[in-house]
């Protein structure tokens, strides 16, 4: 019935063109913003601009298909600047009229993909039967009873590890995408604040109605750390002075033990896992637009070493020019949030007098957005002297004893952290407390 021809997989800011697809049998459409209705379509091209504001903030973009009676016919929606794949792909079954008389029933797929704008294989199948694919975009569907209800699956291929799957199911009474709604609500609570029984139902309630949030699961699980380093933070370790060590730390240990205590320096916990993410960026072509991407590393565990030793050896970004630091401190958080688990972001600070940002946010918008993600965020200076400037407060970890302290209390603070899975799909923002609770928090 209708689905979104523009796919939004980046961070999204102001006014931005969203385009439909839209069945023949659809009279109007309805859109909204975060429950807000922001336009009316009765007729092709099936395009509006939407303005989705100066700040940075996690949205929910909804279009509702009526037909000539003004009854709901059909809904799409998808998420703006929450985590998303890497590519994605959404399926409409239209009826179409054909030159000669009769009708055709084809299916009409759209994609975004981060890995470049067309896919390298398209299978289709329907009831289980693969599908001839002439037009990946446009696939003829054979005859079939639509007095019952059918499954269509479409799968496409863009290289480099991935791919997007779309599941449709349509006929009979029924028709819609097929998901599993479960939203990850990160807590701070004591262990001994938990329930008996791993769950918090009536704790975590809508912020907007007040109405309780049905809890699935309570879990712990891993955790992941984001460094954002800039280019000063990798020399300013390596200044670190090594007979300070000696002196606070480790008296007069041999050169062999130092050097092994120092790859373990600065270490998380067994279930606390890091990533880099530099500050620069790379272009990637999409079907309709451009994205900037900073690169990351991959996953470090405990055993690969300590923060200090990571930030010397485990590489740095392809080349270290303009760097944009506020743009990769929310992409961090995206990233952060992406996963699913406990989490937090640290801006790695080691330049002395701070060059400008082109980032097309401020500090203080990535900060915020942080929030809405419920993503704990920290700044840190590894160079003495470095002045945070408009990122605000900041932890001093420029030598050994300090930066080991610092790792120390962010590995405490995500022991304190627990996911609430809560049922069905929710803005992370609009997720409060109920009044009265104690003993728990939210996650900021």
Same mark, same amino acid.
Request: net charge negative.
């Given at each position: 019935m209708i689905a979104f021809a523009t796919l939004f997989l980046g961070l999204i800011l102001g006014v931005r063109e969203v385009e439909l697809v839209v069945?023949?049998?659809?009279a109007a459409v309805? #859109?909204?913003?975060?429950?807000?209705?922001?336009?009316?379509l009765s007729a092709p091209p099936w395009k509006l601009d939407c303005d989705f504001g100066a700040e940075l903030v996690p949205q929910e973009l909804t279009a509702v298909a009526l037909d000539a009676g003004g009854r709901e016919v059909?809904?799409?929606?998808?998420w703006i600047n929450l985590p998303q794949p890497p590519a994605h792909v959404t399926v409409t079954i239209v009826t179409e009229t054909l030159a000669g008389g009769g009708e055709e029933h084809v299916a009409r797929l759209e994609w975004e993909s981060l890995a470049g704008g067309e896919p390298q294989a398209v299978a289709v199948t329907m009831d289980g039967a693969p599908l001839v694919v002439d037009d990946p975009r446009r696939v003829v569907l054979p005859p079939h009873d639509p007095r019952q209800l059918h499954f269509l699956r479409a799968e496409l291929d863009f290289g480099s590890h991935v791919s997007a799957l779309a599941e449709v199911t349509f006929g009979g009474t029924?028709?819609?995408?097929?998901?599993?709604?479960?939203?990850?609500?990160p807590v701070l609570a004591k262990k001994n604040a938990?329930?008996?029984?791993?769950?918090?139902?009536?704790? +975590?309630v809508d912020g907007a109605s007040g109405a309780a949030l049905a809890v699935a699961a309570v879990e712990r699980g891993p955790a992941q750390v984001i460094v954002v380093p800039d280019r000063g933070a990798r020399a300013a370790a390596a200044d670190f002075d090594r007979r300070d060590l000696r002196r606070v730390s480790f008296g007069s240990m041999a050169y062999g033990e130092v050097e092994r205590t120092l790859r373990a320096w600065a270490s998380l916990r067994n279930d606390q896992h890091l990533r880099f993410l530099w500050p620069v960026t790379e272009q990637q072509q999409g079907r309709r637009q451009v994205y900037d991407l900073f690169p990351r590393s991959h996953e470090h565990r405990p055993t690969s070493g300590g923060l200090y030793h990571l930030l010397l050896n485990a590489g740095q970004a392809p080349h270290m020019g303009e760097q944009r630091l506020a743009d990769a401190v929310a992409v961090a958080g995206l990233h952060a949030a992406e996963q699913r688990q406990r989490r937090a972001v640290v801006l790695l600070l080691g330049e002395r007098g701070g060059r400008p940002d082109p980032s097309q946010l401020t500090p203080r918008q990535a900060r915020r957005y942080l929030e809405h993600l419920r993503v704990p965020f920290a700044v840190w200076t590894i160079a003495p002297g470095v002045d945070a400037g408009a990122w605000g407060e900041a932890? &001093? #970890?420029?030598?050994? &004893?300090?930066?080991?302290?610092? #790792?120390?209390?962010l590995g405490k603070e995500l022991d304190r952290q627990w996911l609430v899975w809560v049922t069905g799909i929710h803005l992370p923002q609009t997720v409060a407390l109920a009044p009265g609770v104690e003993g728990v928090? +939210?996650?900021r």
């Open positions: 069945g023949d049998d659809v309805e #859109v909204r913003l975060n429950d807000r209705q922001v336009a009316t059909g809904r799409a929606r998808q029924f028709a819609g995408q097929v998901s599993l709604d479960l939203t990850a609500v938990m329930r008996r029984d791993g769950t918090l139902d009536g704790v +975590l932890r &001093d #970890v420029s030598s050994f &004893d300090k930066l080991d302290r610092a #790792v120390n209390a928090e +939210l996650a």
